[in-house]
């Protein structure tokens, strides 16, 4: 598996995969309108992802952060989420400013497994078995979104919530494949530990991207 592991080299510069202008559909701010920016690169590798294309930035063009900024400001909302990939392999500060610029809410969506730059209004942390997050980025984290794939990941999720700052809004999201079974069982854990809320991906059942 061929991966984008290192900063770009032209700050200036990012592999973009797609952007696109949509509701963003889990979290805090599920169903507001948002603008998503997809990073190519990514060295966590889960195997259920479903943005495997995303993994290796040389497939990608490198687009100005100038451009991408501009597209994005065409578009009368005013919530920018960066994601991936893994967003954090790149440096974004720049990016960041730009969006800033153009009166976005800068949001990004991480494993946490990199170091952070950027300015960020929000930080969605989505912690990977595969490859464990920065406890530094866990303590400044907004959002914890634990995606649960099997019954063990009630535990897991347990660890990084205790790793989050008291600030953070903890979520329980059931893997796309598997939310017919995992579902049931989060609602349950919820009812049994309401500090958790569910997170349901809505933009998959609207059919949006």
Same mark, same amino acid.
């Not at 920018?80 to 990004?108: C, K, M, N, Y």
């Not at 969605?124 to 063990?152: D, G, M, Q, R, W």
């Given at each position: ?55 290796? #930035?040389?497939? *990608? ?8 900024? &501009?597209?994005? !400001? ?5 919530? $920018? ?57 866990? #303590?400044?984290? *907004? ?8 019954? &063990?990941?009630? !535990? ?5 919530? $205790? ?47």
């Amino acid at each position: 598996m061929s991966v984008f592991t290192t900063n770009s080299i032209n700050t200036n510069m990012l592999p973009l995969m797609e952007r696109f202008y949509t509701l963003q559909g889990e979290g805090y701010y599920q169903g507001q309108a948002a603008y998503f920016i997809r990073l190519g690169g990514c060295d966590v590798g889960c195997v259920w992802c479903d943005v495997k294309d995303s993994w290796d #930035a040389g497939k *990608h063009p490198q687009v100005a952060i100038s451009d991408i900024t &501009t597209a994005a !400001a065409r578009f009368p909302g005013r919530i $920018a989420v960066v994601t991936g990939g893994e967003p954090l392999l790149h440096q974004l500060d720049a990016l960041t400013e730009s969006l800033h610029q153009e009166g976005f809410r800068t949001h990004i969506e991480t494993s946490g497994s990199s170091p952070l730059s950027g300015q960020w209004d929000w930080i969605t942390l989505s912690p990977k078995k595969f490859k464990a997050p920065l406890p530094e980025i866990c #303590a400044v984290a *907004h959002e914890l979104k634990v995606v649960i794939f099997n019954k &063990t990941d009630f !535990a897991w999720a347990e660890k990084y919530a $205790a790793l989050a700052g008291e600030h953070c809004k903890l979520y329980l999201q059931p893997e796309w494949e598997r939310s017919t079974e995992m579902t049931p069982l989060i609602t349950e854990y919820i009812k049994e530990h309401p500090q958790w809320t569910l997170s349901l991906q809505i933009h998959k059942y609207i059919n949006v991207p």
